[in-house]
């Protein structure tokens, strides 16, 4: 095959962006900008994707919570005892948590206190590297956190600090910081401050029959869901959540099945499609002649073709690519003026940049919609124009 | 070389139908100069895109030497244009976008010619039409003379057989219009069969022509009677 030929067309493609600039311009600026959009879309979703993923190991295989009318409730420590003896059990660790209002620290800021008994607590293999600094707490620890952070951000602490906390009833506390969480498990850790379960009880006022709910982990992951409809058999007066459920909770919230999501690509879709029908209309007076003459310069209608869709494509494709490093900068600076939007309510938790993952099936994904639908509907106009004798295409 | 027989070309116009060649019939031999003249819708150009595989017939039969070529596919006849022709526009259709150089190289560019080839040849013919300081002008920078000289260069890139010339003279001025000539000229004493269209007869031509046809509503006056015999 001799490929000379397909190499001077391919150029001349190339040359006539820079003659057409006006018209490449014209579609390269807003295709470039709707990419950008796109590409920090899919890089925001992937990684809260991700985020979620990570996250995994600091969800328990399944959680137990009380209930009252119907409404979350403490759990009374009574039942860890006969959930302890259903078959597959590993642990059941008893937990308590809740919200510290920050308003004068922050307006409209939360935090998330939450005491673990260490004594009974499992650990993923890949806890350790969730933190970015410092140790995890060990049994027998008081007077000891592990910040997110985001929490860490908002104090400025660092490892070894103290830290004075309070909340809106004057109950406050003073904890030496020991660990800080890494920032790739932000959309889960950011707002945390773990510590004992003691320390917890002791700052919310709970009994020591109490707890806000119950951690349980099963010998093998795959009877969690078996485990899970035990309980909630066991005991009706409970909430029963899987690790799985909640993960997968957060997967779809922000997967393509996600609304939010899905409306802003829907959009960006129609504008695209609104880009490539203004691309395909274009087929004019000029660009009838333009055809009308080549083929009478005795240019064969593929070759007429081929120029046309190489010209469509290396537009799309530069101003895909232009769009995606757009996209790809503004994430780098942090999303200015976007994230507290895309972030929704979690903008009650101490900021926290958008996590991003750019992967190929993204990037696949991106330059696709940006490139075929302009390379594939320069061709229908071309051919059209091409299959017509020269002298009418001419004369149009 | 050319062969026409009976030969007629309808074309739609909006709603109506309108015949521009009517059983027309034609035969120009290898080297013949031959002009073609008559009023502005006598179907002068579109006998000249029909010769130059520009246009197809409704009906009748068309042969290039020895082959009927009425019935061609597209690719082929494409084929033909490249090889064999070279066409003169009235408007000499020169694409604005593109220098003079790049224009009068487009013809070579499909078939896999280095930029570097194509741009020497078009230089040369650039030069031999005096227009070689206009090589990297946009086409539309040129004036209407410098645009014929351009398009003549163009036709003339592949070194076709026949040359089709729509009203070469017109819209240029006599200066101009002596290099034309002159050109014309060249190419007939290197025995290019050379067909062009003109309202009249230009003075300038008179001399190079060996025949003269008139074209009135689609039809051919005086065509030599061993081509109205077929």
Not at chain 1, 9 to 38: D, E, H, T
Not at chain 1, 209 to 215: F, P, V
Not at chain 1, 353 to 372: E, H, K, R, T
Not at chain 2, 102 to 110: D, H, I, M, S, T
Request: hydrophobic letters at 45%.
């Amino acid at each position: 095959m001799n490929i000379a030929p397909h190499i001077n067309l391919w150029l001349m493609a190339a040359a006539n962006l820079r003659r057409y600039r006006a018209k490449s311009i014209a579609v390269m600026v807003p295709l470039g900008l709707v990419m950008a959009v796109a590409a920090f879309m899919m890089f925001a979703r992937g990684g809260f994707v991700r985020e979620a993923g990570l996250a995994r190991v600091f969800l328990p295989h399944i959680t137990v919570q009380g209930v009252a009318a119907g409404r979350v409730e403490k759990i009374s420590l009574g039942v860890m005892d006969r959930i302890a003896k259903i078959p597959h059990m590993r642990s059941v660790v008893p937990r308590v948590w809740g919200y510290l209002p920050m308003q004068l620290k922050e307006a409209n800021v939360s935090y998330t206190l939450m005491g673990l008994d260490m004594t009974r607590a499992v650990y993923d293999e890949k806890m350790p590297w969730t933190l970015a600094t410092g140790t995890f707490l060990v049994p027998g620890d008081r007077g000891k956190v592990v910040l997110g952070s985001g929490v860490a951000r908002s104090f400025a602490a660092r490892v070894n600090d103290r830290l004075k906390i309070a909340d809106a009833l004057g109950n406050k506390a003073e904890f030496t910081v020991v660990g800080i969480f890494n920032t790739a498990v932000q959309v889960y850790s950011t707002d945390l401050i773990v510590t004992s379960l003691e320390d917890a009880r002791s700052f919310f006022g709970y009994r020591r029959d109490e707890a806000s709910d119950l951690l349980v982990y099963v010998d093998r992951p795959e009877k969690a869901d078996e485990v899970a409809w035990t309980i909630t058999n066991l005991f009706p007066n409970t909430r029963v959540l899987t690790g799985k459920a909640l993960t997968e909770l957060v997967r779809e919230a922000f997967s393509r099945r996600g609304g939010t999501f899905q409306m802003v690509w829907l959009i960006l879709l129609l504008t695209v499609l609104l880009l490539v029908w203004a691309q395909a209309s274009h087929i004019n007076v000029d660009l009838s002649r333009e055809i009308g003459v080549l083929k009478a310069l005795g240019w064969h209608t593929g070759e007429i073709i081929e120029m046309k869709m190489m010209e469509s494509f290396l537009l799309g494709f530069t101003g895909t690519l232009s769009g995606i490093l757009v996209g790809f900068i503004y994430v780098l600076l942090g999303t200015p003026g976007l994230s507290g939007y895309c972030l929704g309510c979690a903008s009650i938790y101490p900021k926290y940049p958008i996590p991003v993952d750019c992967d190929f099936p993204s990037l696949a994904l991106l330059f696709i919609l940006g490139v075929l639908p302009m390379t594939a509907v320069s061709a229908i106009p071309a051919w059209l124009t091409g299959t017509i004798d020269p002298d009418t295409a001419i004369r149009r | 070389m050319i062969r026409l027989e009976k030969v007629t070309k309808k074309y739609r116009s909006g709603k109506v139908m309108v015949k521009a060649l009517d059983d027309l019939s034609l035969e120009v031999k290898k080297g013949e100069f031959v002009g073609l003249t008559g009023p502005s819708g006598s179907g002068k150009t579109t006998l000249l895109n029909i010769i130059g595989c520009l246009s197809r017939i409704t009906s009748g039969r068309f042969w290039l030497g020895d082959e009927e070529v009425s019935h061609y596919p597209d690719h082929f006849l494409a084929a033909l244009r490249r090889e064999r022709f070279g066409f003169i526009f009235q408007q000499f259709n020169l694409l604005a976008g593109y220098t003079t150089w790049e224009n009068v190289a487009l013809p070579l560019l499909p078939m896999g010619i280095s930029e570097k080839v194509r741009k020497g040849r078009a230089m040369r013919l650039l030069e031999e039409l005096h227009l070689e300081t206009r090589a990297n002008f946009l086409a539309n920078e040129l004036s209407g003379g410098e645009q014929q000289r351009a398009a003549i260069a163009r036709a003339l890139i592949n070194d076709p057989e026949i040359i089709l010339a729509d009203e070469p003279l017109s819209g240029i001025d006599g200066k101009c219009a002596g290099i034309v000539v002159a050109i014309l000229g060249d190419l007939k004493e290197r025995g290019k069969t050379i067909i062009f269209s003109s309202h009249e007869l230009p003075t300038a031509l008179a001399t190079l022509v060996d025949r003269t046809l008139a074209c009135e509503a689609g039809k051919l006056l005086g065509v030599p009677p061993q081509a109205a015999r077929r």
